[in-house]
């Protein structure tokens, strides 16, 4: 089982910066891809960024705001937020897959986080 643990969220000003983390642990916790998607209350879930090795692919709400990296030795991927809006504001969830197509839709990810409340005040 893979586990995806989340961290960073909170509440930001409009502006703002936060940077998000999430670890992968467990058995096949080696996810060729790994990415982020966001729901605001009553939303649907929505692409955020996602990372194949060193190929990403954003929306085009994070493009120029946010970047996606990661960290292959830590199992790690980290979602850096810039220029936070108040429409930002949704629970952040860490996603992986066991191959290394960057997928934008929910059932294309395996494995999903718990989620971290992000808040961006005006």
């Known amino acids: 089982q893979v586990q995806l643990v989340e961290s960073g969220g909170g509440l930001v000003q409009a502006g703002g910066s936060l940077r998000l983390s999430c670890a992968a642990s467990?058995?096949?916790?080696?996810?060729?891809?790994m990415g982020w998607f966001r729901q605001a209350p009553g939303k649907e879930r929505d692409f955020v960024a996602a990372?194949?090795?060193?190929?990403?692919s954003y929306a085009d709400s994070a493009k120029g705001r946010f970047t996606i990296s990661r960290d292959n030795a830590k199992n790690t991927v980290y979602l850096q937020m810039n220029s936070l809006k108040p429409e930002d504001t949704a629970v952040y969830y860490c996603?992986?897959?066991?191959?290394?197509?960057?997928?934008?839709?929910?059932?294309?990810?395996?494995?999903w986080g718990h989620g971290t409340q992000v808040t961006v005040s005006s």
């Open positions: 996603v992986g897959r066991a191959n290394y197509d960057l997928g934008s839709t929910p059932d294309e990810y395996h494995y």
């Open positions: 467990g058995s096949g916790s080696n996810l060729y891809t």
């Open positions: 990372i194949s090795w060193s190929t990403t």
